[in-house]
């Protein structure tokens, strides 16, 4: 499952363990991207306190884990490169990929498109305010899965925080005591961010 993680929520792990239970996988492995080609101009939060928190969201799932492969190539991130470097450290390994409503939807654009569907089966998630559908993706690459719906969006926590207000129960106690250790998205410091 790729994403920004900036910061990981409760949509992010409720939707990795949905897939993992209802698809019986060994694994999921979360993979905060680097640079995110589509988030040009946005200010993300540095790469190493965006795959902490998710290491620390993650930590007490046994089927969780957490990839660098992402942060540590450079350059913008491709999931066409995420995929090849994941068959390359599991080649035995059936891939599925992760995905939210709103990322499937734009999926086409993606780049090396015709590569992704080679590369793994794609797993399309229900998020609310996001129609899930998949005709417009080759028959057979894609599933599409119902699961429990849950309004929240890493852009929403980010404002939450920098208006004062709290996002207790949003994200794991652990990603709002990191926020808060690290002073992320108040909006005061902007250094801490990178613009791309
Ligand atoms: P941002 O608002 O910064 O874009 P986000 O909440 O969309 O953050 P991402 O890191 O962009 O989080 O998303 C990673 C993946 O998780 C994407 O495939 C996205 O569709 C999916 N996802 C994120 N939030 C949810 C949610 N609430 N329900 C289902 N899928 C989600
Ligand atoms: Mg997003």
């Given at each position: 499952?790729?994403?920004?993680?900036?910061?990981?929520?409760?949509?992010?792990?409720?939707?990795?363990?949905?897939?993992?239970?209802?698809?019986?996988?060994?694994?999921?492995?979360?993979?905060?991207?680097?640079?995110?080609?589509?988030?040009?101009?946005?200010?993300?939060?540095?790469?190493?306190?965006?795959?902490?928190?998710?290491?620390?969201?993650?930590?007490?799932?046994?089927?969780?884990?957490?990839?660098?492969?992402?942060?540590?190539?450079?350059?913008?991130?491709?999931?066409?490169?995420?995929?090849?470097?994941?068959?390359?450290?599991?080649?035995?390994?059936?891939?599925?990929?992760?995905?939210?409503?709103?990322?499937?939807?734009?999926?086409?654009?993606?780049?090396r498109v015709d590569e992704l569907f080679e590369?793994?089966?794609?797993?399309?998630?229900?998020?609310?305010?996001?129609?899930?559908?998949?005709?417009?993706?080759?028959?057979?690459?894609?599933?599409?899965?119902?699961?429990?719906?849950?309004?929240?969006?890493?852009?929403?926590?980010?404002?939450?925080?920098?208006?004062?207000?709290?996002?207790?129960?949003?994200?794991?106690?652990?990603?709002?005591?990191?926020?808060?250790?690290?002073?992320?998205?108040?909006?005061?410091?902007?250094?801490?961010?990178?613009?791309?």
């Amino acid at each position: 499952m790729g994403g920004t993680f900036d910061p990981i929520h409760h949509g992010h792990l409720v939707a990795a363990s949905e897939v993992q239970a209802q698809f019986g996988l060994e694994q999921v492995i979360f993979v905060p991207t680097g640079q995110p080609w589509q988030k040009t101009h946005e200010v993300v939060s540095p790469a190493e306190d965006r795959y902490l928190m998710t290491v620390v969201a993650t930590a007490s799932n046994p089927r969780f884990q957490v990839s660098r492969v992402d942060i540590d190539r450079a350059g913008p991130t491709y999931t066409a490169d995420t995929l090849a470097d994941l068959r390359a450290l599991y080649p035995e390994a059936e891939l599925y990929f992760i995905t939210g409503a709103d990322a499937l939807e734009q999926i086409l654009s993606w780049h090396r498109v015709d590569e992704l569907f080679e590369l793994a089966h794609f797993i399309g998630v229900t998020r609310p305010g996001y129609q899930l559908a998949g005709e417009h993706l080759p028959k057979g690459a894609v599933s599409l899965v119902e699961i429990p719906a849950m309004a929240i969006s890493s852009t929403g926590c980010r404002q939450r925080v920098r208006a004062g207000l709290p996002v207790w129960y949003l994200v794991p106690d652990g990603i709002v005591q990191y926020i808060a250790k690290r002073g992320l998205y108040r909006g005061e410091d902007d250094s801490a961010g990178v613009e791309w």
